[in-house]
């Protein structure tokens, strides 16, 4: 069985990683949006740095699959056959071209978008419709492969495209996020990654993240459409103001090695 876990954590780190899967679970299930940030936050301070992005995307692709199947009603499965291909050809791109893109730059655009989606104007029905579908699967897998932090600005795009409606924004939204963490395992797994010996512990942590999804539907159906927009809204500019603020500290203590 220690051949299925990281030997270089501790059972009580592991431990802990399991719980977060959980109760950041409840977060996204409840609010739609955050809980993939924080996690990959946590992730960033406990493991090295080769095997974050790697577990990040199989315990999100776990978590969001299950939140999809628990939700599968409010599916919205023409658009999920537009945005597959673009998740595909989105992490294709970014595994043939092997682009080294500073993560400062990607912070800012991605935190420039969801700003926009946020408080500039609505998109026109055009943008949401099927070519503005594939254009934010292919830009948002593509980036996620460099960032990993991409879920706040899928999401400022389905809040819009899914008029709001609570279910149905959190159902796509995790179908959509499955979709994009999916083609991860297989560029990671060809580039080298060893997934082995971090199975047992991704595996714990998604069956974790499955009983933080139910209890968030939970809260989720007790919670109004207007109460849940405000509250994405909020959460969405808070996560971009973070990533702002990650993106200046990155740049000025760049500058300060010139």
Known sequence: MTAFFPAELSASIQLLLIVAAALTSVLTASFGVGGGVLLLAIL???LPPAAIIPVHGMV????????ALMTWRHLDFKMLLIFAPG???????????????????????????ILFL??????????????GTLAT????????????????LVM???????????????????????????????VFGGAGFLFQQWLGLI??????????????LKILGRMSDQRFARIIHWILTLLAMRLLWDAYQALTETAHTF
């Open 60 to 67: 999100q692709l776990g978590s969001n699959a299950n939140r």
């Open 44 to 46: 960033a301070l406990i």
């Open 118 to 131: 946020c408080w500039g104007p609505a998109i026109p029905s055009i943008g949401l419709g099927r070519l």
């Open 87 to 113: 998740a595909v050809m989105g992490a294709w791109i970014a595994s043939v071209f092997l682009v080294q893109l500073p993560l400062a730059w990607l912070q800012l655009i991605i935190a420039g978008f």
């Open 156 to 186: 400022a795009f389905i809040k819009q495209q899914q008029q709001g409606e609570r279910f149905r924004t959190v159902a796509n939204f995790a179908a959509a996020m499955s979709l994009q963490h999916l083609p991860k395992a297989v």
């Open 203 to 216: 595996l714990l942590m998604i069956a974790a993240g499955a009983v933080g999804t139910w209890l968030g």
């Open 137 to 152: 699967a292919i830009s948002t897998s593509f980036l996620s492969m460099f960032a990993g932090a991409t879920g706040p």
